[in-house]
């Protein structure tokens, strides 16, 4: 992995910086989708279904159980 960052020219802090950024990015994502489940009090296993569907939150809710 580190000679793809290479071969592009990047440096190890620009990686690191990336990284951040793309933390905070979907931190703020994270947040944003779990506000109205503290707001309302609907679980996220519910909140999920809008995403991806009465199936697809079966996932979650498993993991999340």
Not at 2 to 30: D, P, Q, R
Not at 50 to 56: D, F, T
């Amino acid at each position: 992995m580190a000679s793809l960052f290479i071969s592009y020219g990047l440096n190890g802090w620009t990686v690191f910086a990336a990284i951040l950024l793309a933390g905070f990015i979907v931190m703020g994502l994270v947040n944003l989708s779990g506000k109205p489940s503290v707001h309302y009090g609907i679980p996220c296993p519910v909140m999920a279904r809008a995403s991806i569907g009465v199936r697809g939150a079966n996932c979650p809710a498993v993991i999340s159980g």
